[in-house]
């Protein structure tokens, strides 16, 4: 029994000391990682202390087809691309807690992402290497920071289901940039700011199925969320703060939210649920600016694109809050505007438009010590087919009408409240075929004696009737 004894304590002596002449040997030995487990790009040499070119350590951790790349606490300066080919390196996703930043310090995108779907967002459009190597690359808890005049943040071309969540793009030329052809896209819960260009640019793209939700979009000088032409379907703008988009005195037109659709093929848009604001300093500016000029396609005789919802946004603060031009099927509902320092809707060359349930206010608690009158007026120009129920419009300023409408047909205006005017309440200029009925349009302001609560010039076959004015 002794001799047992002695054995199992020799036996555990011996394992003691083999474990722990192992364990010291983990410490002091260096370590052989399964390349499965390499995630982060220290692994490949990027250093993320500011100063070191990380670029080509950066392209080493995406060309190893590991996929998943991690960016540990630091500043990772590069000069060049990194460049994402997603059907060469299967599907990748770039991630960080929010501790890393990526300074450009080069000209073009500090990550593009190259995809090669061709397809629409049906399923039997998707070809079999798309779903395998491309499907939804991923960009999660970045700060990209621009350090060149031509640096931006993110470009992605032929992707399907790219997302890009928890960013921060700032002092980029174009802070997400989406070109030729992406499907299903996300941008969620992000802060774009500060940057030279346009926050998010749809440029000359044909994409459809695209989400910008939650984010912040401030002070980029080349517009909000911008789409310039291209082939543009199922554009939503959701719940997100939109605001000084605007350049500077010297800047072109923009707008916070601008849709240009001249010559290309713009529509079933909804900007829903936001606030969206400044800055009437510069020329032309607006919160929303659609133009939906489009081609009229060899197979139709009349423009297909519009179909916009525009509902349920707080907007202020600029030259006109919203503006629309040679659109159909538009619904304008729900929103709360003031400062419009030019006007608060100005709709021209439309057809088949909705504008209900609007407040139009000067909201005057601001006391604004800018030496400018905020007209806050609507104005409708060659219009066809327009319903305004509901809207109420207080306070205009010394010049234009609080509802001016002009060289258009078949208006319908219905119970709607136009009060406060300087000059006219509701002013109809060669329309015809129209109906106002059950509106109050009164002013009480001191001094407005003299105001015309209606006056029609011109046009034919109108009805007014059930109106309460005040004579």
Known sequence: MRGILICISTLLVLGYLIYSAENSKSQTSPVSVEPSKITTVKSFGATGDGKTDDSAALQRAINSKIGQITFPKGIYRITKTINIDLDQLGPTSLSSDGTATIIMAGAGPAFRFIGTHEGTASP???????????????????????????????????????????????????AIHFVKRNRNVIVSNCHIYENRGVGVYYDHVNIHQSNVVGCHISYNAGGGVVVNKGDIRNLQIGTCDIEGNMGDKDSKPTANVLI???GAMVGEIAIVGCTIQHDHFAPGSANIRINENAYIRPHSTEHRDGNITIADNVLSDVQTNIEITSARGVTVTGNTMWKGYTHNIRIHDCHNILIANNVLDRSPRYHYADGATAQVGMLLTDCDGISLNGNLINGTGDETPALEIRDSRRMNITGCTILDYSTIGLLLKNVSDSRVSDCLIRTDLPGSESAQALEIIGGKDNQIVNNLYKK
Do not use: F
């Open 124 to 174: 039997h459009t998707v070809k079999e290497n798309v779903w395998l190597n491309q499907r939804s690359p991923m960009v999660d808890g970045l700060e990209i920071v621009g350090d060149h005049p031509e640096a931006c943040g993110i470009e992605a071309t032929g992707t399907m289901q790219i997302t890009l969540t928890r960013l921060t793009i700032r002092r980029t030329l174009h």
């Open 260 to 262: 240009d659709s001249e």
